[in-house]
């Protein structure tokens, strides 16, 4: 069956590590729209942080944004779906987070004014400070508004370590279980020799794959036209939906190992326009 939607991880796949579209790439997607396939990303970025890529290569599809968390227009930021978590989950999650001593921040639902939420600056390590300087829209509040706060796509801790994390991450899973879904993130900020690691929370089911069905549907495409391309875990459950519904599910060569064992195919790295090869190959079939 024909290919008639991509679905394009950004970082570390769209994204070369020198955070660019590579000729190759971009001629390979050009390529295929004008084939009439309909191309999209799918990532953990923001619009923010998204809409400059979607309009250098002319997607007309809404984009799948925040790790599933939101679907929106790209031109007008419309939101579309959003998968917001519960009251009572975020009421848990923000309690245990500060009884571990982290300093949560909320995202709001770009629909009701997208600002990040958190608490006073002197409950704040260094990590969740390096993250907020580069923040828009941040709006401090004492620490018992913060659970009370409606809206919210997820919340995030960081840390300098990974191990404390973990810890957190126990924590919450023994209290919420199947209530929460989580996401230990690659660094989200770097210096020369300093990296912060983040836990991310979501609304449980709350990823790419839910948002990419969402999306397909409307388009009234099947999985079974579709192809995703990503090397990240918060990838994984994207890929083995499509590969499972007879799609196209294609782990970048620098993937992690979780991706490549359930991809259909592992195609180059993002240094040497993987992204191109999986198009020409199951898109274009060149």
Known sequence: MAIRLIALDVDGT????????????????????????????????????????????????PLIL????????SSTGAVLYEDAIPPDVLREAVAISRAHG?????????????????????????????????????TRTDHATLPTLGNILSVVMLDDDVPPLLTLRDALLAALGDRIGN????????????????LDLFNAGCGKSKALAHLARQERITLAETMVVGDYLND??????????????????????????????????????GVAEAIHRF????
């Open 102 to 138: 982290y300093q949560p921040v909320l995202l709001e639902s770009p629909a009701h004014g997208g600002r990040l939420y958190t608490g006073p600056a002197e409950a704040e390590n260094r990590a969740t400070r390096e993250y907020l300087i580069t923040r828009d829209g941040l």
């Open 283 to 286: 898109v274009l079939q060149s």
């Open 183 to 198: 996401l230990i993130d690659r660094p989200v900020t770097a210096t020369a020799s300093i990296k912060t690691f983040a």
């Open 236 to 273: 994984l459950e994207m890929l083995t939906a499509v590969r499972e519904g007879g799609g196209i599910a294609v782990a970048m060569g620098n993937a992690e190992p979780e991706l490549k064992a359930v991809a259909t195919a592992t195609v180059a790295t993002n240094d040497a326009d």
């Open 14 to 61: 769209l994204l070369t590590s020198a955070g660019e579209v590579s000729p190759g790439v971009h001629a390979a997607i050009q390529a295929a729209v004008a084939r009439g396939v309909h191309v999209t990303l799918a990532t953990g970025r923001r619009l923010y942080a998204a809409r400059a890529y979607a309009e250098m290569l002319g997607f007309r599809l």
């Open 66 to 73: 925040h790790g599933g968390a939101v679907i929106q227009e």
